[in-house]
């Protein structure tokens, strides 16, 4: 429904799963209705958008000794040396923001642990790894 210039303008537009939602946008200076527009909290859950602040909150509260063990260990040692001080960091954030991506990772990771001994036998991570850091880093937590 469109109304005077200033006023709201209301539509239903149909996402990719096929569901409707409301998008509702303010008019134009002009005149003529704005054509509708996907609300900001849509966005970022379409897209993948930023972590909300209780999803920071909350992956700043259980990952804080992790955190503040890997800045110890990158001051006292290089930050090679740290490598799996900063992946388990990377893992407690993603299970908060990104619990997919994370669960892909730490079953891998369970997969190197319990390997059968053999070098071949032991998986690469680093698929995984690069995937639940691009989505921390999509998140911005």
Not at 54 to 69: F, G, K, L, N, V
Not at 104 to 132: I, W, Y
Request: with cysteine; charged share 30%.
């Amino acid at each position: 429904t469109t109304q005077r210039a200033g006023a709201l303008t209301t539509a239903r537009v149909e996402s990719g799963s096929g569901d409707f939602f409301r998008a509702t946008t303010r008019a134009s200076r002009s005149g003529e209705a704005s054509r509708a527009s996907v609300p900001r909290s849509m966005l970022g859950w379409l897209l993948g958008g930023r972590a909300t602040k209780e999803e920071r909150r909350t992956a700043a509260i259980r990952c804080a000794t992790r955190d503040s063990a890997l800045k110890q260990c990158v001051v006292a040692n290089s930050k090679e040396t740290c490598d799996r001080l900063a992946q388990d960091l990377d893992l407690c954030k993603g299970r908060v923001v990104c619990p997919d991506a994370a669960a892909e990772f730490s079953r891998c990771a369970h997969l190197v642990v319990n390997h059968t001994g053999k070098e071949a036998d032991v998986p690469d991570c680093s698929k995984q790894l690069r995937k639940m850091r691009a989505c921390i880093r999509r998140k911005r937590v």
